[in-house]
């Protein structure tokens, strides 16, 4: 048997927008990275389950083994903080809320050699979700139904022997409003960041991952967004000697050999992870440090 490669220390490491529960969420490639690496603190900054779009008809095996593998971060004693989003935001009535490792809030401040970091998901810029909610919710339907249209393109695609595209980036990138929508997103985060006397603002909720200074009349703050895990598969990194750095899952070359094909025979985490809700809450309770009822 070969010998697990080691984990890249991390003294922090960000993801967001993982929306489980989605047809567009890459759950096998994020449990494939979270696995490559060792963090001191990992954040989960939003929209990490799709509450939204949540539907009982679809949860695959694959989803379950990310909730279970964070669990089990957590009992080993990983800390983790859970910052709601808006497609998560039922969460929000329980920020404050600790469970042995993780805590849920809606924001965090990370004192770091390199500045202060400031770290929320970022909705509350979102003109759309303050004043349209029917609208946001409407738009996240269809950009799920748009990621099940792009992999039935790629599909062919590949077939054909043609590279892959990414339709929802594509049409991002030519929307002069999107670009000027992201580019207003990102200042008034700096901006804000300023005011309030941090170095680094690190937000994600636009599923664009980005790390660059911008200009302030407070002076320069590093704009951090850590992507999302249905079109780009990225993350934040953070350690003592590098500072902030993006990682990009694609980029990696561990991690571009194919990934495994399915066992005919589920092992033992598989039928954890296809085990009934009652027993799934009951073992991730137990995960967690704490009794089920």
């Known amino acids: 048997m070969k010998p697990k490669p080691a984990r890249r220390r991390l003294e922090v490491c960000v993801i967001s927008d993982v929306h489980l529960g989605t047809y567009g969420c890459h759950a096998p490639e994020l449990l494939r990275y979270l696995k490559s690496v060792k963090p001191k603190t990992l954040v989960l900054n939003g929209d990490i389950v799709d509450i939204w779009q949540f539907s009982k008809s679809y949860w695959p095996a ?42 849920i809030d809606n924001k965090l401040v990370l004192d770091l050699p390199h500045g202060r970091t400031w770290l929320f998901h970022g909705d509350v810029f979102d003109v759309t979700m303050r004043h349209s909610r029917w609208l946001a919710r409407l738009g996240g339907h269809g950009y799920d139904l748009l990621i099940l249209l792009n992999r039935l393109v790629n599909w062919g695609l590949v077939r054909l022997g043609r590279p892959r595209v990414a339709l929802s980036k594509t049409v991002k990138d030519r929307v002069k409003r999107a670009v000027s929508l992201v580019s207003d997103f990102e200042q008034t985060a700096a901006t804000i960041a300023a005011d309030k006397g941090y170095r680094y603002v690190a937000c994600g909720h636009i599923h664009c991952p980005e790390i ?12 951090l967004n850590s992507g999302d895990w249905v079109e780009n598969l990225t993350a934040l990194e953070y350690t003592a000697a590098a500072g902030w750095q993006l990682y990009r899952y694609h980029d990696d070359p561990a991690m571009q050999q194919p990934l495994l094909p399915e066992p005919a025979e589920p092992d033992e985490e598989d039928a954890a992870a296809d085990a009934p809700a009652a027993t799934l809450l009951a073992g991730l309770l137990r995960e967690i440090g704490m009794s089920p009822a």
Not at 64 to 81: D, E, N
């Open 212 to 223: 660059k200074e911008l200009g302030t009349a407070q002076g320069p703050v590093t704009y």
């Open 62 to 103: 694959a989803h379950m083994r990310v909730v279970r593998y964070l669990a089990g971060l957590a009992a080993k004693g990983t800390r983790i903080q859970y910052l709601t989003g808006n497609h998560d935001e039922l969460l929000r009535k329980f920020a404050g809320t600790q469970l042995g490792a993780l805590r």
